[in-house]
């Protein structure tokens, strides 16, 4: 509820306790309306220059929104902050990405607005610096990188003459090459009462709902592309929406199927292991925007009824798959890897986790394998509906094996593949909990 004008954020998490789960709140759930925009934004772009130019130009743009994204969502997984000024604050966050989105292509507006998205949550941090003492040490360095960004957005929108390629670098590098140097830094010579817990709960579920954004999107463009056509839908487009959507669920039941509990999470296991956790899904939430350009390439080509389909379109559809299993891979190697097979489990309890790695494992490669028999069997024409029925059937292979595994595991008193594990102890002294580093996305 709202509380006052202005009060002291509280801390969503707190160490050596068992913290209460925070659900998401209403305006960050806003904030994912916002997101389906920008998904719909840029997997437009992409639709429209399906080259090497056009994917360069679709990752680039997806770092830059989902950067800014993990920059709010990491803030709001560390502190509880319901008052009026927060609310301000958030307003000039949803006008950044409002912006950016309207603005079409990364020009001065596309810049400004991403300005604005810095200086709201500068705006945030710097409130909590003031209200919150003990998390001073902690935003200091937050507020640190926040200003590279803005100062490198300022300079390239102030200096006449300059383009804003050089900003869009330093905030890249920021994300991806300064945060991760400063998070291990900091986990390596910084006591744990001076960085801040962040709810791990919170931020799991976070990404969780990103996901789902991403994956609705699809769905989403497709029909609408339909009503703006003028033309009733053909059996075929219903046939290739059922498939879409089957495949589209199978992508989920992958993610959210293995979800561990708080204490096999990655990001209590090591700081690595949550840094990971936090870019890996870089690499899956665009893997999956990309499967839902495929969808759409797909659907628009049923509606002017061309039934042929080149190669891009294939590898679009099959290589974003294999992508997304291959990220969804590095989660499940996060979480459980190197401790779901014990000495003490049963010779056939050991047989069937190998064999629910070797399911795992095999995941990303088995649809570049359908993709590739597929162009070879049909060279110049690949029906959609032969096409995405190929895409669920390689996606329902694995996912009846693994349930299979599991189901027979459940009978051996197994309750999931890394069952006995009841808390994940770090290996080293340095080895600190992920819940005691900084910032990563």
Same mark, same amino acid.
């Given at each position: 509820?709202?509380?006052?004008?202005?009060?002291?954020?509280?801390?969503?998490?707190?160490?050596?306790?068992?913290?209460?789960?925070?659900?998401?709140?209403?305006?960050?759930?806003?904030?994912?309306?916002?997101?389906?925009?920008?998904?719909?934004?840029?997997?437009?772009?992409?639709?429209?220059?399906?080259?090497?130019?056009?994917?360069?130009?679709?990752?680039?743009?997806?770092?830059?929104?989902?950067?800014?994204?993990?920059?709010?969502?990491?803030?709001?997984?560390?502190?509880?902050?319901?008052?009026?000024?927060?609310?301000?604050?958030?307003?000039?966050?949803?006008?950044?990405?409002?912006?950016?989105?309207?603005?079409?292509?990364?020009?001065?507006?596309?810049?400004?607005?991403?300005?604005?998205?810095?200086?709201?949550?500068?705006?945030?941090?710097?409130?909590?610096?003031?209200?919150?003492?003990?998390?001073?040490?902690?935003?200091?360095?937050?507020?640190?990188?926040?200003?590279?960004?803005?100062?490198?957005?300022?300079?390239?929108?102030?200096?006449?003459?300059?383009?804003?390629?050089?900003?869009?670098?330093?905030?890249?590098?920021?994300?991806?090459?300064?945060?991760?140097?400063?998070?291990?830094?900091?986990?390596?010579?910084?006591?744990?009462?001076?960085?801040?817990?962040?709810?791990?709960?919170?931020?799991?579920?976070?990404?969780?709902?990103?996901?789902?954004?991403?994956?609705?999107?699809?769905?989403?463009?497709?029909?609408?592309?339909?009503?703006?056509?003028?033309?009733?839908?053909?059996?075929?487009?219903?046939?290739?929406?059922?498939?879409?959507?089957?495949?589209?669920?199978?992508?989920?039941?992958?993610?959210?199927?293995?979800?561990?509990?708080?204490?096999?999470?990655?990001?209590?296991?090591?700081?690595?292991?949550?840094?990971?956790?936090?870019?890996?899904?870089?690499?899956?939430?665009?893997?999956?925007?990309?499967?839902?350009?495929?969808?759409?390439?797909?659907?628009?080509?049923?509606?002017?009824?061309?039934?042929?389909?080149?190669?891009?379109?294939?590898?679009?559809?099959?290589?974003?798959?294999?992508?997304?299993?291959?990220?969804?891979?590095?989660?499940?190697?996060?979480?459980?890897?190197?401790?779901?097979?014990? /000495?003490?489990? @049963? &010779?056939? !309890?050991?047989? $069937?986790?190998? +064999?629910?790695? =070797? %399911?795992?494992?095999? #995941?990303?490669? *088995?649809?570049?394998?359908?993709?590739?028999?597929?162009? /070879?069997?049909? @060279? &110049?024409? !690949?029906?959609? $509906?032969?096409? +995405?029925?190929? =895409? %669920?059937?390689?996606? #329902?292979?694995? *996912?009846?094996?693994?349930?299979?595994?599991?189901?027979?595991?459940?009978?051996?008193?197994?309750?999931?593949?890394?069952?006995?594990?009841?808390?994940?102890?770090?290996?080293?002294?340095?080895?600190?909990?992920?819940?005691?580093?900084?910032?990563?996305?």
């Amino acid at each position: 509820m709202l509380r006052s004008l202005r009060e002291p954020p509280t801390l969503s998490a707190a160490w050596n306790e068992d913290y209460e789960q925070k659900a998401a709140e209403w305006f960050e759930l806003f904030l994912d309306l916002m997101m389906v925009a920008v998904c719909s934004d840029i997997a437009r772009k992409l639709n429209e220059n399906l080259d090497g130019g056009g994917l360069a130009h679709f990752v680039a743009l997806f770092c830059l929104y989902f950067s800014s994204w993990q920059l709010y969502t990491h803030y709001n997984s560390r502190f509880n902050e319901n008052s009026l000024l927060h609310y301000v604050l958030l307003f000039g966050l949803l006008c950044g990405f409002g912006g950016m989105v309207l603005s079409s292509e990364p020009g001065t507006i596309f810049a400004t607005g991403l300005l604005i998205t810095r200086l709201a949550i500068a705006g945030m941090n710097i409130n909590t610096f003031l209200l919150v003492p003990a998390a001073r040490d902690y935003l200091t360095t937050e507020l640190s990188m926040i200003a590279v960004d803005v100062v490198a957005l300022a300079l390239c929108l102030l200096l006449p003459g300059t383009t804003l390629i050089p900003a869009y670098v330093v905030l890249l590098a920021v994300a991806f090459v300064v945060r991760p140097i400063v998070t291990l830094t900091r986990s390596q010579t910084t006591d744990s009462v001076l960085r801040i817990a962040i709810n791990i709960d919170h931020y799991s579920d976070r990404n969780g709902c990103m996901v789902l954004v991403v994956l609705g999107e699809a769905v989403l463009k497709s029909i609408l592309n339909l009503e703006q056509s003028g033309k009733g839908a053909t059996t075929q487009f219903y046939s290739t929406m059922v498939l879409s959507l089957m495949v589209i669920f199978a992508l989920a039941i992958f993610y959210f199927g293995a979800q561990p509990p708080r204490s096999l999470h990655a990001m209590r296991r090591a700081v690595w292991a949550g840094l990971l956790f936090t870019y890996v899904h870089y690499v899956l939430l665009a893997a999956l925007l990309s499967f839902g350009v495929g969808v759409t390439v797909l659907a628009n080509n049923v509606k002017k009824d061309v039934p042929a389909h080149n190669g891009t379109d294939v590898w679009l559809i099959f290589g974003s798959i294999s992508t997304s299993m291959a990220a969804i891979l590095c989660l499940r190697v996060l979480h459980f890897g190197g401790r779901s097979i014990k /000495v003490t489990d @049963p &010779k056939i !309890v050991k047989q $069937l986790k190998m +064999l629910w790695w =070797a %399911f795992t494992f095999s #995941s990303p490669v *088995l649809p570049l394998l359908c993709g590739g028999v597929m162009l /070879v069997m049909f @060279p &110049k024409r !690949v029906d959609s $509906l032969v096409l +995405l029925a190929i =895409a %669920f059937g390689s996606l #329902s292979l694995q *996912l009846f094996g693994e349930a299979t595994v599991v189901h027979y595991l459940s009978i051996h008193g197994q309750r999931h593949v890394c069952s006995g594990t009841d808390e994940c102890v770090p290996e080293t002294p340095h080895e600190q909990s992920f819940l005691a580093s900084d910032s990563a996305g």
